[in-house]
T-cell receptor
Framework: DAGVIQSPRHEVTEMGQEVTLRCKPISGHDYLFWYRQTMMRGLELLIYFNNNVPIDDSGMPEDRFSAKMPNASFSTLKIQPSEPRDSAVYFC????????????FGSGTRLTVV | GDSVTQMEGPVTLSEEAFLTINCTYTATGYPSLFWYVQYPGEGLQLLLKATKADDKGSNKGFEATYRKETTSFHLEKGSVQVSDSAVYFCALEHNTDKLIFGTGTRLQVFP
């Protein structure tokens, strides 16, 4: 299995532009999570899906952030408009089975908003 | 609410030294406990886990024992290598589908 695949690996954009981050979970995994990692705030859960349905989006910072999972093999996290404070590493993770299985993380997208 | 507390880093050791990274948790009942490792420029990888009291998780020479009486899950390794240099995260999952992470502890191992 190729693992959780995220794209792009790096993204540099100007303030105000729309940014779309992509994630392909491991086949058969029915949970998908989006995290953000910064030095100041550590790892923050933004949103997670179960069977393509958003379950908890309480971590989404504000209306500029949106996430979709149109099918079991693809999810997007969109920021519109982007701001410099959105600069961070964004991770996608997926999981199957019971809660004790743990997550498999992707390699992340490093976003820089200038 | 549920939470995880890790020791502050960085932890700096010489190669072959003994490693302990402390982790304590707050939760009612019996959460599942995990250690994840993050190498530079990469995502988090599951290192080991334990799902009930007194369980010992182990992998790649690392060990951690689920201690209900002290609500702890300390990570240990008998002899660290330079390649173990990374950030280590303790986490728990309890009654939800969400992992709760500690703040991470950076380990630096020098030859």
């Amino acid at each position: 299995d190729a693992g959780v695949i995220q794209s792009p690996r790096h993204e540099v954009t100007e303030m105000g532009q729309e940014v779309t981050l992509r994630c392909k979970p491991i086949s058969g995994h029915d949970y998908l999570f989006w995290y953000r990692q910064t030095m100041m705030r550590g790892l923050e859960l933004l949103i997670y899906f179960n069977n393509n349905v958003p379950i908890d989006d309480s971590g989404m910072p504000e209306d500029r952030f949106s996430a979709k999972m149109p099918n079991a093999s693809f999810s997007t996290l969109k920021i519109q408009p982007s701001e410099p404070r959105d600069s961070a590493v964004y991770f996608c993770a997926s999981r199957t089975g019971g809660r004790s299985y743990g997550y498999t993380f992707g390699s992340g997208t490093r976003l820089t908003v200038v | 609410g549920d939470s995880v507390t890790q020791m502050e880093g960085p932890v700096t050791l010489s190669e072959e030294a003994f490693l302990t990274i402390n982790c304590t948790y707050t939760a009612t009942g019996y959460p599942s406990l995990f250690w994840y490792v993050q190498y530079p420029g990469e995502g988090l990888q599951l290192l080991l886990k334990a799902t009930k009291a007194d369980d010992k998780g182990s992998n790649k020479g690392f060990e951690a024992t689920y201690r209900k009486e002290t609500t702890s899950f300390h990570l240990e390794k008998g002899s660290v290598q330079v390649s173990d240099s990374a950030v280590y995260f303790c986490a728990l999952e309890h009654n939800t589908d969400k992992l709760i992470f500690g703040t991470g502890t950076r380990l630096q191992v020098f030859p």
